[in-house]
């Protein structure tokens, strides 16, 4: 689950070194743990010194846990972000136009991306909506609904290591 202690993924351990240094930048949770692995993937794993096996098998792990039906939603100015419980965009719209997770132009997206890092350190401040994802009117129609819905962000995201 999303809200058990990070050490209990694996290869992260009780006491050990890795949770000790998750917990000094107060990652307690597997929730915290995703949240950050999206948002700061190589921060995270520069900290962590993982190598690329520990870090996979943990990743793999941690995304093997049952996502919460709660969106997270951030407003600004001339935006709204919908983001999933570990700050993946569901949706995203910006100057009143409707952009679903894969029709983000490049241009847009490393705006997007900032605005995801703003929530993400603003996280506890980001209103909270309880009600399951379908059953909310978020997906403009001909979405498709994935389990990691952002992943081309994501990876143009880790590829301009913003």
């Not at 743990?33 to 943990?58: C, H, N």
């Amino acid at each position: 689950m999303l809200d058990d202690e990070v050490w209990r993924l694996e290869k992260i351990g009780k006491d050990g070194v890795f949770h000790k240094k998750l917990a000094s930048i107060d990652i307690n949770t597997v929730q915290d743990f995703l949240k950050m692995s999206i948002v700061e993937p190589y921060k995270l794993r520069q900290m962590l010194g993982m190598s690329e096996k520990t870090w996979d098998a943990t990743i793999k792990h941690a995304k093997t846990c049952t996502m919460k039906n709660k969106l997270y939603i951030c407003r600004g100015p001339n935006y709204i972000i919908f983001l999933n419980p570990i700050c993946e965009v569901v949706k995203a719209e910006i100057n009143g136009q409707t952009f679903p997770t894969q029709g983000v132009t490049t241009a847009n997206q490393a705006y997007l991306a900032n605005l995801v890092r703003d929530a993400y350190q603003n996280w506890n401040s980001l209103e909270e909506v309880d009600e399951p994802l379908n059953e909310m009117p978020l997906r403009i129609q001909g979405d498709v609904e994935e389990q990691y819905p952002n992943q081309s962000l994501l990876r143009s995201y880790q590829q301009h290591d913003f």
